[in-house]
């Protein structure tokens, strides 16, 4: 878990032999903070942590806070950092071996019933010597903690949750990633691709806000991107089309359609529909060049 302090985020990544540990252990409120409670987890260490962070404690006065109150703090293992970077962990001495952590500029790494105690602080090298964005960094450090041997139990579940670092007070808006594989025979590499797939989403979703406002060209531009990070789904090349079809570049269009038809024939169904909300002109001569395409 981390504060990246050149955008302001702030991140939970985890894997373990559980069920829908994302369930229960990442907890993160923009302009706030960010919680990984885990051994024998005690939830309230989620929302009360961020409650007591927005209060104004610290992320190390949060968790003595709530670990001076736990009658079974010896079996937890908890960490925290807040928007300033602070960073608090606390692993219980009953927790099963072997289990430690270590913590690093703006990020702290936790672990439990691991199948080698060279785990964390793999996973906290690796981390602080991994370029890109945090939600790389993180993913990186817990692939390297598998591959180190990872949890002595095997692998089910694994789960990403990123914040914004530009708060709006709305958590949906602030909410950057939130993933989970709740139940894999690889889970990270669930996680890795579910990670592609949301940069896709995040991509295509800002050229729909671009075609709202006119802006063709970084429509187009975001929408290529969407459909290069996942050329799997033909429907990030589909928008792409009936973008450059709607601006009168139909000799471009094509092309793409014939290649989408192919590999989704529903769409060319629905292409007729999507005439009455304006997403097409409505002319017979364009979309019967478009349905007859070559495919």
Not at 52 to 69: H, I, N, P, Y
Not at 85 to 102: D, S
Not at 161 to 173: A, E, Q, R
Request: proline residues 5%; charged residues 25%; contains cysteine.
């Amino acid at each position: 878990m981390a504060y990246d302090k050149k955008t302001g985020e702030l991140g939970v990544a985890v894997q373990s032999h559980w069920f829908s540990v994302g369930s229960v252990v990442p907890w993160a409120k923009a302009g706030v903070g960010a919680v990984a409670t885990q051994s024998f987890v005690k939830i309230e260490y989620g929302p009360e942590g961020l409650e007591l962070m927005e209060k104004g404690f610290t992320a190390q006065e949060a968790l003595d806070s709530l670990v001076s109150r736990d009658t079974g703090s010896a079996v937890r293992q908890v960490g925290m950092v807040d928007v300033n970077g602070v960073v608090a962990v606390h692993t219980g001495e009953k927790c099963i071996e072997f289990a430690g952590h270590k913590t690093g500029k703006n990020f702290t790494v936790q672990a439990n019933i691991m199948a080698s105690p060279a785990v964390w602080p793999l996973m906290a090298m690796i981390f602080e010597q991994t370029e890109g964005d945090l939600a790389e960094r993180m993913m990186v450090a817990l692939e390297a903690a598998q591959a180190e041997g990872g949890d002595l139990r095997g692998k089910q579940s694994a789960s990403m949750l990123i914040v914004s670092g530009t708060p709006t007070g709305v958590s949906w808006k602030d909410t950057v990633l939130d993933l989970r594989v709740e139940d894999h025979p690889e889970p990270l590499k669930q996680l890795r691709r579910l990670i592609r797939i949301n940069r896709a989403y995040r991509h295509a979703n800002r050229g729909d806000l671009y075609m709202e406002t006119g802006d063709i060209k970084n429509a187009l531009v975001e929408y290529g991107l969407s459909s290069t990070l996942y050329p799997e789904n033909p429907e990030l090349k589909y928008w792409a089309a009936v973008t450059l079809a709607g601006e009168g570049r139909l000799e471009e269009a094509l092309p793409m359609f014939g290649e989408v038809f192919r590999r989704a024939p529903e769409l060319k169904t629905m292409t007729p529909r999507i005439i009455s909300p304006g997403l097409l002109p409505n002319e017979n001569k364009i979309l019967d060049q478009i349905m007859n395409v070559e495919q």
